[in-house]
């Protein structure tokens, strides 16, 4: 069985292969790849669970399930209108034609942003293929689609890029039925002709009044095809419309329509009808993912992020491109992060992987789970919660620890609803204010960054401020504002208590609002009482949420998010393990006395590091044979420095022959391991060389 893990995905970059594996006895089973993995990795092993790394990922897959499917939800949403618009703009793209044309125009979409998420266009080429659109009344069901993707790679020149085109759709015959043709009568794979013919075989099969499948073509990353291939493209193909109903999807990177046309001459746009459609992105696509994944009632995710990890994200989608993989990257990271800790084995429940109460409590009773239940017990309580405890310990045994746990993560939870429900308050007032024409209620904080600051409780100053204003509402605007709240209340979940009580609060006031309109003709009171009340309420709920206890297992609060895994660089730390393998390997002996940084003997590095210094004293190409001798060289120098200090080595007393087949075998594995990792390139030219890939030089 191999050892790498069936969740790594192989078409990776760089793929993590656990150390030491030839140290292990193993017998191939998954237990036995876990093993492996531990040993590999486990940053906290001082206070950590026995076996519990390999538990805690298997609970980062599924809290990071739970919130990737929410946001794939939430970007689909927001991505649904515009998918639907593309496909109906496709589907009657023949139809509305204006009439008195001299020639007929080349339909074409150009869909800007389609870098900032590589899934809308497949949306888009899955529903034309399933032909899913929302039908309107009296419109005539929309026609099938036959589609075909064209890539940069797929078109150097005007005939590739027929031919890709052509291939595309007449390699898949109707009906599935193969149409076979004689090479010497059939005409050439790029000639549009013959995808003129294969189009009318295809028209005369259609059954009913059905209208022919349309001809869509995706050309993806539009910005790298070649300009003059693609006017080209366009020109032969406009010379054939609307005998073939061809129709170009362009997939443009920038969020603007603007490159096609400064890009291309007017005599090709002439022959074009272009509609452009824009991708959801910016700082307001962010907003409303983060703001629907983690601030919304309806959704409670496993693992709350923390501000650090917002702050960083927002810093990101403002420096690069809110892009929906960069924020999926950004937040897979954080979930990863966070299930170092030992402690977010709790995440979901207390018992450590078991099926009941009692097998946990054994489990953490394991002499071996000692350093665990040690951190678990400093960190449940504070040493002030325990001096001011005059009954002595909070819980007197394993059992009462566990359910601490839960009861800790019943008030995370409870606090959090809660400084989710105020957050919303505070949002909505504050927009209901700005459209009453109260300006000063806008902050100068953006929405990301009121929601970074409400999980510090940092929005004391912000909801004083809104209290305030409330208290000089006249009448007519308090009733407008309340109106907005019921509203409001009335989408959330109504079997909350909470949002019940908050709910029955405005109503209250609302109610004494219109009854005191009748007798009454000031509202100051019914004002300033409902001010009071916002002011204390935003206060109360908006908390520092790392002030709750064991907040650690549940939310990522102000660590700092790991921003080297997002950018590695795999090539520069190979080269520096190589060149300095003492800073990345434990030393041994008299060895280990030696600073890190020092340069030591090339005869007591392992074999890689040896064969890579040699190669970089070496030219661009590289005789094997003479690697092979300076190689030879420092290994006899090795041995000789064994053998004056009395360790035994391997082949020492070994005949000669012996000992040439050892330094043989010791140099192929190392050239092997070189080019294994990528820094050696084999010629066709000379069998007995090979080229270098690096020339970086050592400091």
């Known amino acids: 069985m191999s050892l790498i893990r069936e969740d790594v995905d192989p078409s990776q970059l760089v793929i993590y292969l656990p150390p030491d594996e030839t140290s292990m006895e193993h017998d191939g089973t998954e237990d036995d790849a876990d093993r492996l993995l531990v040993q590999g990795y486990s940053p906290f092993d001082g206070r ?42 496709v589907h009657r ?54 589609i075909t993707h064209l890539y940069p790679s797929d078109c150097p020149n005007i005939m590739s890029a027929m031919k890709a085109l052509i291939t595309g759709f007449v390699n898949r015959p109707p ?24 189009h009318g075989v295809l028209r005369d099969a259609t059954e009913g009044p059905e209208a022919p499948p349309q001809l869509v073509v995706f050309l993806h990353d539009f910005e790298q095809f070649d300009q003059s291939v693609i006017q080209d493209v366009f020109c032969v193909c406009s010379s054939y419309v609307p005998q073939l109903p061809l129709i170009f999807v362009l997939a443009l990177s920038p969020p603007h329509p603007s490159f096609l046309h400064a890009t291309f001459p007017q005599s090709v746009l002439s022959l074009l009808r272009v509609d452009a459609f824009t991708v959801p992105s910016g700082t307001g696509f962010l907003e409303r993912v983060v703001a629907e994944t983690f601030f919304d009632l309806d959704f409670e995710p496993d693992v709350m992020v923390g501000p650090a990890t917002l702050d960083f994200l927002t810093d990101f989608c403002c420096r690069n491109s809110a892009s929906v993989e960069g924020v999926l990257l950004i937040l897979q990271l954080a979930h990863l992060k966070h299930f170092d800790e030992p402690l977010t084995i709790f995440v979901q429940d207390e018992l450590l992987g078991t099926s009941s109460a009692d097998l946990a409590t054994k489990k953490l009773s394991d002499p071996n789970a000692a350093p665990f239940l040690t951190s678990l017990f400093s960190w449940s309580f504070a040493p002030q919660e325990l001096a001011s405890n005059e009954e ?8 009462g620890l566990l359910a601490s746990v839960a009861e800790a993560r019943t008030g995370f939870f409870s606090h959090l609803y809660r400084l989710k429900l105020a957050f919303g308050m505070m949002r909505k007032v504050q927009r209901v204010m700005l459209d009453l024409g109260y300006r000063s209620a806008e902050t100068d904080k953006t929405p990301l960054e009121m929601m970074s600051a409400s999980m510090r409780g940092g929005l004391a100053r912000e909801g004083k401020y809104l209290g305030a204003m409330v ?10 504002l309340l109106r907005e709240l019921l509203s409001f209340l009335d989408e959330l979940p109504d079997h909350l208590d ?67 895994m997002l950018n590695p660089a795999p090539r520069a730390s190979i080269v ?20 890190a940084a020092q340069r030591l003997p090339i005869w007591k590095l392992p074999d890689a590091s040896i064969l890579f210094r040699r190669y970089l004293e070496a030219g661009r190409m590289i005789n094997v044979y003479d ?7 420092v290994i006899e120098s090795q041995r000789s420095h064994l053998a004056r200090d009395g360790s035994e080595s391997d082949g020492q007393t070994a005949d000669d022959e012996e000992w040439k087949m050892h330094v043989q075998a010791r140099f192929v594995r190392a050239l092997h391991t070189l080019d294994f990792i990528g820094l050696v390139k084999h010629t066709g030219r000379k069998a007995d060389h090979v080229m270098r890939t690096v020339y970086d030089m050592p400091e």
């Open 471 to 480: 208290k000089k509402l006249p009448g007519e605007k308090l009733q407008t």
């Open 576 to 595: 520096s393990a190589l060149l300095q393998p003492q800073t990345f390997l434990p030393l041994s002996g008299d060895d280990s006395d030696d600073s």
């Open 627 to 633: 690697l092979y001798e300076s190689f030879s060289q």
């Open 498 to 564: 909470d949002v019940r009580a908050v709910r029955q609060r405005v109503a209250t006031t609302a109610e004494l609002l219109e009854g005191g309109g009748e007798g009454t003709s000031d509202p100051s009171p019914i004002a300033n009482k409902f001010g009071d009340w916002l002011m204390g309420y935003l206060q109360e709920h908006i908390i520092n949420l790392e002030d709750l206890r064991l907040w650690e297992i549940w939310h990522t609060g102000s660590t700092p998010f790991p921003s080297e």
């Open 175 to 198: 009906d599935g039925q193969d149409m076979k043709r004689k090479p010497a009568t059939s005409l050439a794979n790029y000639d549009i002709e013959l995808l003129k013919v294969w």
């Open 93 to 146: 793209a023949y139809d509305d034609v204006l009439p008195g044309l001299p020639y007929a125009e080349l339909p074409v979409v150009a869909v800007s942003g389609c870098s900032m998420s590589q899934g809308f266009i497949v949306n888009v080429a899955s529903q034309l293929e399933a032909n899913q659109v929302e039908e309107i009344a009296d419109e005539d069901p929309p026609p099938g689609s036959y």
């Open 48 to 89: 950590d669970l026995p076996g519990g790394y390999v538990s805690r990922f298997n609970l980062y897959k599924a809290a990071w399930k739970g919130c990737l499917d929410r946001i794939q939800h939430i970007v689909n949403s927001l991505h649904a209108p515009i998918v639907n618009e593309i496909v109906r703009c």
């Open 392 to 399: 002595g310990w909070p819980v007197d045994d394993v059992s």
